[in-house]
């Protein structure tokens, strides 16, 4: 199985062999696992998306055509490659393409591991208790947690090799305040995190939030 930066060495590869005198690739990698809680117990744990974007660019005869692929099949890739050069041939000619010509090679960032679903799962039960134990008339209709790695690389033929990685936890919560039979209307927050390290009751506007819900089931007008 080709590396992502292979990927992308063979795109730029594609595109010079069609005859690009200069050419670019950015190729874009990701991928997200889902855990969802529904009603306050979790559900469901999942690799929901893996996904793939690859943007080329190419200037023949100072003439520049690119296309953007959602897919790293080397056919694929060869397919964009010609269609690069075919849509060039309708474009005006520009003496100095719009591209970094200083041949620069950096790394940001670290490469994401898979997340650490068991400090996940407990960080998930560990909000659906407290807010149990907090908010006792707030019910959390449905929480998603997000980890998406994404891994960003950018290749030219003037020598420049710049990768990015990044991570993050996104987390989404639906909820709303009951008393007996009266209900709330559904209520929504979210956030995003680095890491795992603090409690999702700690962070942000969380707790501040639920304790609203919990004050919208009774309802007073206005004189």
């Known amino acids: 199985m080709m590396k ?23 190729g874009t990698f990701s991928t997200t696992w889902e855990l969802t809680a529904l009603s306050g117990q979790i559900e469901l744990l999942r690799t929901i998306n893996d996904e793939t974007s690859i943007d080329m660019k190419g200037y023949f005869d100072n003439k520049m055509g690119g296309i953007a692929i959602s897919t790293s099949e080397l056919s694929a890739i060869d397919e964009a490659a010609q269609s690069c050069l075919d849509n060039s041939k309708g474009a005006k000619a520009d003496e100095t393409p719009a591209m ?20 996940l799962i407990n960080r998930t039960n560990e909000f659906l208790d407290k807010s149990r134990e907090m908010y006792p008339n707030v019910l959390i209709r449905q929480m998603i947690v997000l980890y998406t790695t994404e891994e960003s690389i950018y290749k030219n033929t003037y020598g420049v090799d710049i990768t990015e990685y990044e991570d993050v936890y996104s987390v989404s919560i639906m909820f709303s305040g009951f008393d007996g039979d009266l209900n709330s209307s559904f209520n ?22 639920l304790a609203e819900a919990e004050k919208m089931v009774h309802t007073h007008k206005y004189p």
Do not use: W
């Not at 292979?6 to 595109?15: F, G, K, P, R, T």
């Not at 970094?100 to 400090?119: C, I, M, R, S, Y």
């Not at 995003?192 to 939030?209: C, E, G, H, Q, Y």
């Open 188 to 209: 929504t927050y979210g956030f995003a995190v680095k890491n795992l390290d603090t409690p999702f009751m700690d962070v942000a506007l969380v707790s501040k939030r």
């Open 4 to 26: 992502n930066c292979e990927i992308v060495n063979y795109a730029l590869d594609s595109l010079k062999n069609k005859g690009a005198q200069q050419a670019q690739c950015i």
């Open 100 to 119: 970094n010509d200083e041949a620069v090679v950096k790394v940001f960032g670290t490469p994401a591991k898979e997340p650490d679903l068991e400090k």
